[in-house]
């Protein structure tokens, strides 16, 4: 298993499959498809990453927004 360099700007699409909790095969194909919650970034034929702040943006607004549903009363 790679390991996950949280200081880089961008993530691999194996990385984004773990952050979203989703099989390796199910990102590259959403990738592959432009319907991840974020940009990929194509880089030559084979190679895709996506934006770690972008990413990071979409799961905390997520979270969020969950929260706050919890938490009305």
């Known amino acids: 298993m790679d390991k996950i360099d949280a200081n880089s700007l961008t ?3 194996p990385e984004v ?3 979203l909790g989703i099989s ?3 990102a590259y194909q959403l990738a592959r498809r432009d319907e991840l919650p974020v940009k ?3 880089l ?3 190679r895709m990453v996506v934006s770690r702040q972008a990413l990071g943006h ?3 607004d997520a979270v ?3 929260h706050d549903v919890w ?3």
């Open 11 to 13: 993530m691999t699409i």
């Open 17 to 19: 499959a773990r952050a």
């Open 24 to 26: 390796r095969n199910l």
């Open 40 to 42: 990929v970034i194509r």
């Open 44 to 46: 030559g034929e084979k």
């Open 58 to 60: 979409i799961l905390s």
């Open 64 to 66: 969020n927004k969950k």
């Open 71 to 73: 938490h009305q009363g």
